[in-house]
């Protein structure tokens, strides 16, 4: 499993890199640790003592980085880049064909008190695999949030292609939009089968959520995951969001488009959502997986390789 990881040097890059080195990955695994510095502000001016000197110290973060993540059956180089850094690590992602990509929440930039920042959310956003937006660790069970969408079913599917949280429960939620009709005055000058055929739109709607999770813990389970379902009523975004503190899990996955996305939108709403307000960390995948992508071409512009010790 080839693995993108951007740092950046800022707390959330560090969580980031944390985080990959306590995960299982597969045996035969490479983590590609890269950095980039920023071509429009370089550490903070375009004086060039101060670029070399500034690269310098990213190259020997990165490769600190990527000697940290070496251990059997787990590979990892070092890479820094100058250049825009969404840009790069996307173009990155594609010439690798990453199964995945790794990034902090937030960046070292003015807006660094943002939740989601302009970086990651450009990744996520563009990046030709599922991308994983770290806050912190992972403690507990993972939160699968499904809807029956064929975003939602393609994270089904790319965690059981890949095995790196599959030693930690999952926790399946479908959520059914919350009753249209709250209050007497909603349902004052409505009639008794008016009333009886919204209950069972209502009724149909939250069964077919049901078959939903449990489809998705089948096949979770049969790959062996251990795993359950539930069913939440209310918004969307914000029932996945309370769901992942209360089970303190720490990581949310889903799809980037729920059922009624529009397809012109990278990212839906409640993803989107999801990414900016959550305190967990997210994975988003992409519907359909974009698994083709062109062969890596030797040497990227303005790259550096690092050599990493063995």
């Excluded at 379902?229 to 996945?240: D, L, N, T």
């Amino acid at each position: 499993m080839r693995v993108l990881l951007a740092l950046d040097g800022s707390p959330s890059a560090e969580a980031a890199r944390q985080l990959v080195e306590a995960l299982s990955w597969p045996s035969g695994s490479i983590v590609h640790v890269l950095g980039v510095i920023d071509s429009v502000t370089p550490f903070g001016g375009p004086d060039h003592e101060t670029l070399v000197d500034g690269t310098r110290a990213v190259e020997g973060a990165i490769e600190e980085a990527a000697a940290s993540l070496q251990k059997p059956g787990l590979a990892a180089d070092a890479t820094v880049t100058i250049g825009r850094p969404a840009t790069v690590i996307v173009d990155t992602a594609r010439e690798l064909r990453a199964r995945l990509v790794v990034v902090g929440s937030r960046g070292r930039g003015p807006l660094a008190s943002m939740l989601l920042g302009s970086v990651s959310a450009e990744v996520v956003d563009h990046a030709p695999c599922p991308v994983l937006v770290v806050r912190g660790a992972i403690d507990g069970p993972v939160l699968v949030a499904v809807d029956g969408s064929p975003s939602a079913d393609a994270a089904v599917t790319y965690l059981v292609a890949d095995s790196f949280l599959a030693d930690r429960p999952f926790e399946v939620l479908s959520v059914a939009g919350p009753p249209g009709l709250a209050t007497a005055w909603d349902v004052a000058g409505l009639s008794a089968a008016t009333l009886e055929a919204l209950g069972e739109r209502r009724k149909t709607e939250r069964q077919e959520l049901e078959r939903v999770a449990a489809r998705a813990t089948m096949r979770l389970r049969a790959t062996g995951y251990r795993a359950r379902w539930s069913v939440a009523e209310g918004h969307a975004a914000q029932m996945i969001i309370e769901a992942a503190a209360a089970f303190g899990g720490g990581l949310i996955v889903m799809g980037s488009r729920g059922m009624t996305g529009l397809k012109r939108i990278v990212v839906g709403s409640v993803a989107r959502a999801v990414l900016l307000h959550s305190s967990a960390s997210v994975l988003i995948v992409h519907e359909p997986l974009r698994a083709e992508a062109r062969e890596p071409a030797e040497a990227h512009r303005g790259t550096a390789p690092i050599a990493t010790p063995a």
